[in-house]
Each structure stands twice: as structure tokens, then as C-alpha cells.
């Protein structure tokens, strides 16, 4: 038998804990959708990746990074971020 077993537990209880802990899981899954879309600048990034700003902005020229512009500021997606961090892409051979 696969699960957990409660021993001394009402069912009043049981029902408010389960309650208690869909709930955690939905406010998880908000944060989650919430951080992926967080918009953050360069100085930011290069803050985080330990970085010149220089670098981050190269890395958006060259296409690397993605980046938007909303209005007059540069916005990187955090998923962009991340998704570019997972990019291992050797130099060694690029000529």
C-alpha cells in the first residue's frame, strides 16, 4: 500500500490540512509563473552573474540573451535568463 496513513486524526482535521496544503501548492505555482516572468535590467543581471554591464549588453547585441525595450529601458525576461545560462555553447572551436 502506497500513501501516507493518518492514525488519531479526525476527519475535520484531515480536511483542513489538505485544504491547507492545496493551497500552498497553488500560491507555489503563482510564485513560480510570477518569478519566470519577472522583467529585470542589465545592471541587474550583471549584478547576479557576477559581470560587466558590458558584457550583458554584447551578449544581447550578439543575440545570446534576449532582451525588450519598453520605452527607453532594456528588460530581460528571467526565463530568458535562464534559458540562456543552459545554452552551453563552446568558443573554442569558433573562429
Do not use: H, W
Amino acid at each position: 500500500m502506497k500513501g501516507i496513513v493518518f492514525q488519531n486524526i479526525e476527519k475535520k482535521e484531515f480536511d483542513n490540512l489538505s485544504s491547507k496544503v492545496e493551497e500552498l501548492n497553488v500560491n507555489v505555482k503563482r510564485l513560480i509563473e510570477t518569478k519566470i516572468q519577472e522583467r529585470i535590467s542589465p545592471e541587474k543581471v550583471a549584478e547576479e552573474q557576477n559581470c560587466t554591464v558590458q558584457t550583458v549588453y554584447a551578449q544581447i547585441k550578439d543575440g545570446r540573451l534576449k532582451a525588450e525595450r519598453i520605452g527607453r529601458k532594456l528588460l530581460i525576461r528571467r526565463s530568458d535568463l535562464e534559458n540562456s545560462l543552459k545554452e552551453v555553447k563552446s568558443l573554442k572551436y569558433k573562429r
